[in-house]
């Protein structure tokens, strides 16, 4: 165990989003539940008065930034309040007073537009959420923006995507103070993913497939998810859609963006993410059951979309490999290394 608490602040302001604030809140949390004393985490406003949130929820700070105290971790939240009048400044200025004091400054979705005007971030790779990516590069170009990124560590700088991608960089902060095994366990209590693969667009396919399908394409986006295993090359998925190859592939391209192969591809890696996880088929089983007919051509696949091999996502978050307190890493100041 640390010999002492990590501190994080987390700033709120009026017009904050409530999940920029909450997720990272409730993440710590969670890894507090399971190691007792791994943070200290405080909610700091600019100066110490309640502020409330877009959606109308009310905090209570604990303090005033200024007067929090040490601080390892200070997170920025995103929230229309932030883009709107002198906001952003003021919270650059407070952020700058107190960066020699920090070891990390977070941003969380559109927290940019507090933490960018301060310059620590100038010449550093960031993210923000994909709305305003457009926005954030005309206005700082000094960033160096990468906006499809779930979120990015660049030194001392962290960035995230929005709203709950704040959740992913959080355990991402957990695991880099204390070790994968407190960060999973964390994730299942929360009941998120530890590490989510690919960019932002990659986790709004399957909702914008739902809300683009429209009449023609309701049905067969039921059907390709209960078929995996079976023909979903364009021929069959045409003649379900009563459409030649070539018409279908011109309809579905211009519906969603992007080839029949490829969705059909995503679809079948994230079923065989669950099978590795929740079974203990072989691999050569798994590949079989989501549709593929080679497990070298399952394997190449899911390396190429998830970063590891399919044996080696299982034994890393695998519910067999559970946590236990003694997995913990026993010296803070190693992590920080």
Known sequence: MPAAPIRVAILAFDGHQALDLAGPLDAFDSANALSPGAYAVQIASLDGEPVASEAGLRIAPHAALAEAGPIDTLIIPGGAGLRRGDLGRRVAEALAARAGQLRRVVSICTGLYGLAPSGLADGRRVTTHWKFAADVAARFP????????????????????????????????IEEDF????????????????????????????????????????????????????????????????????????????????????????????????????????????????GFRSDDAFRRAFDRRFGLSPSDYRRRFSPANAWHPSDVRGDRHDARR
């Not at 914008?208 to 079976?230: I, K, P, S, T």
């Not at 592939?249 to 079923?271: G, I, M, S, W, Y």
Request: glycine fraction near 6%.
């Open 142 to 173: 000094a960033l160096r923006l990468e906006p499809d990124a779930i979120f990015i560590k660049d030194g001392p700088i962290y960035s995230s995507a929005g709203i709950t991608a704040a959740i992913d960089l959080a355990l991402a902060l």
């Open 179 to 290: 070790g994968p095994a407190l960060a999973l366990a964390a994730a299942r209590d929360l009941v998120v993913y530890l590490k989510r693969s690919g960019g932002q667009r990659q986790y709004s396919e399957p909702l914008r497939f739902q809300a683009r399908a429209g009449d023609r394409f309701a049905e067969l986006a039921a059907y390709m998810v209960q078929h995996l295993a079976g023909d979903l090359g364009v021929e069959a998925l045409a003649a379900r859609a009563g459409l030649s190859p070539r018409q279908f592939n011109r309809a579905f391209k211009a519906a969603f963006e992007t080839t029949p192969a490829q969705h059909v591809e995503c679809l079948r890696l994230d079923a065989a993410r669950e099978h590795l996880i929740a079974t203990a088929a072989s691999i050569e089983q798994v590949a079989w059951t989501v």
